[in-house]
C-alpha cells in the first residue's frame, strides 16, 4: 500500500510503501487521533518505523500502489 501523510506546517507530504492492510492502517490512524497525545506509527516495507504525531496529520491518503512503467511505449 502507498501512504501519503500530510503533516500541519510541512511544506511536503510524507509517502511510504507499507505491507499492511488499508483496514490496519485506517485503524492504525483512528486509534492515534483518539488517544491523548497519540502517536501515529506505521511501518514501512523495509522495516523502518515512522512516527507521526496525531495533533499535527493533516491528512493521510491510503492507496493501492502503482506499477511504474519504464520506457516508451505506446499506451
Known amino acids: 500500500m502507498e501512504v501519503k501523510i500530510g503533516v500541519q506546517h510541512a511544506a511536503r507530504e510524507l509517502v511510504l510503501e507499507s505491507g499492511q492492510a488499508p483496514d490496519d492502517i485506517a485503524k492504525a490512524v483512528s486509534d492515534a487521533l483518539k488517544a ?7 511501518v514501512d516495507e523495509k522495516g523502518r518505523r515512522v512516527l507521526i504525531p496525531a495533533d499535527k496529520l493533516a ?3 491510503i492507496a493501492e500502489s502503482e506499477q511504474r512503467r519504464v520506457g516508451f511505449a505506446a499506451l
Do not use: A
Open 36 to 42: 491523548d497525545l497519540g502517536v501515529l506509527t506505521l
Open 59 to 61: 491528512y493521510v491518503e
